[in-house]
């Protein structure tokens, strides 16, 4: 896998931004649907699916929060849902196959970072189960894809840098970190995209995990200001210092991989600044890539069979 991790030379860089990607991509007809997708990077993509044309569900655990943000967005549609629920993630997945919706497009953006210890389902840490949420969403909408294809955008980043798959103790029974669970779900982001692409391709399902850079978004709403300064996030003055994204800016590698003509015929890789990734040669984050822990084919189908048996779904093998 790793010898498919080479930039294509897109046109596009670490500061475009989403609009700037979609400009000239006529979206009208088509349908996604983006988790997370009324707050920071979501929400950016959101803006710039629908002011290219596409009808945009929104999954929000938070509808009415949800609704305020999004008001000024055409096309879009909060739908309510709660996606470490498994059986709500069923029920949304449901009623949109019901509707007759053709899926073009699922960004897995929905997240958490660091967050304090929280167990939900059957004693799931909440990371993790994020992960499940995305994979039973996935495998639920399946019926609904569009005939022609689809694809899935999964948000990865460069924390995966910090842990590959703790296949001992996933769920941090043992003692929690927060941040090796923040790291352990950005490699399983990046693992789903894999697996589900393997899948899937030759069924016109293709899948892509992309890390968005460094961007100060609600996801950091965990991570003290003080250990924000000290990490270098924000500047004196409270500032995102020099090298950080806007949200417009982090949107635009989730909204290329989602709609780019150079994908057609390459999927689940890992994507930076707008193009493939090439494959980490440092541990600086900043810096990026990927490391051969989050595109090993093997790891990838030990975690979809995982995932498949926690979740009971499994539409794609």
């Known amino acids: 896998m790793t010898n498919r991790q080479h930039k294509i030379g897109s046109g596009f860089g670490a500061w475009s931004t989403a609009e700037e990607v979609l400009a000239g991509i006529d979206l009208t007809g088509r349908t996604a649907v983006v988790t997370g997708g009324y ?6 993509v959101v803006r710039a699916f629908a002011g290219a044309g596409a009808r945009v569900l929104v999954p929000a655990r938070r509808p009415d ?8 967005v055409p096309r879009a549609e909060v739908r309510p849902l709660d996606l470490t ?16 919706a053709a899926i073009d497009v699922v960004v897995a953006n929905a997240g958490v970072m660091a967050c304090p210890e929280t167990r939900v389902g059957p004693g799931w840490e909440a990371h993790f189960a994020l ?3 995305h994979h039973a969403l996935v495998n639920h909408l399946r019926p609904a894809f569009a005939p022609g294809g689809a694809r899935v955008v ?21 003692g929690y970190d927060g941040w090796l669970a923040y790291a352990q779900a950005k490699t399983a982001a990046a693992l789903f995209a894999v697996h589900l692409d393997r899948l ?15 961007i100060l978004t609600p996801l950091q709403r965990h ?7 000290a990490l270098g996030w924000i500047t004196e003055d409270g500032t995102p210092p020099a090298g950080f994204k806007t949200p417009a800016q982090g949107a635009a590698t989730a909204a290329w991989a989602a709609t780019s003509p150079l994908l057609d015929d390459l999927g689940g890789v890992y994507c930076q600044d707008c193009d493939v990734a090439e494959p980490a040669t440092t541990d600086d984050m900043l810096v990026g890539g990927v490391k051969p822990w989050a595109v090993d084919p093997a790891e990838a189908a030990r975690l ?8 009971g779904v499994d539409a794609f093998s």
């Not at 707050?39 to 950016?44: C, D, F, I, P, V």
């Not at 991570?223 to 300064?229: K, T, Y």
């Not at 979809?304 to 979740?311: C, F, I, P, V």
Request: glycine letters at 12%.
């Open 39 to 44: 707050s920071g990077l979501g929400l950016e």
């Open 131 to 133: 992960h499940l949420g």
């Open 223 to 229: 991570v003290p200001v003080a250990q924000q300064s």
């Open 304 to 311: 979809w069979a995982l995932s498949a048996e926690l979740t």
């Open 85 to 100: 629920d498994q059986a709500d993630v069923r029920r949304f997945a449901e009623r949109v196959v019901a509707d007759g």
């Open 154 to 174: 999964a948000l990865s980043s460069s924390g995966h840098f910090l842990s590959g798959m703790r296949w001992d103790d996933v769920h941090f029974r043992d």
């Open 65 to 72: 929060a949800a609704r305020p943000a999004l008001r000024e």
């Open 200 to 214: 899937g391709g030759p069924a016109g399902v293709r899948a892509y995990a992309v890390h968005p850079g460094s």
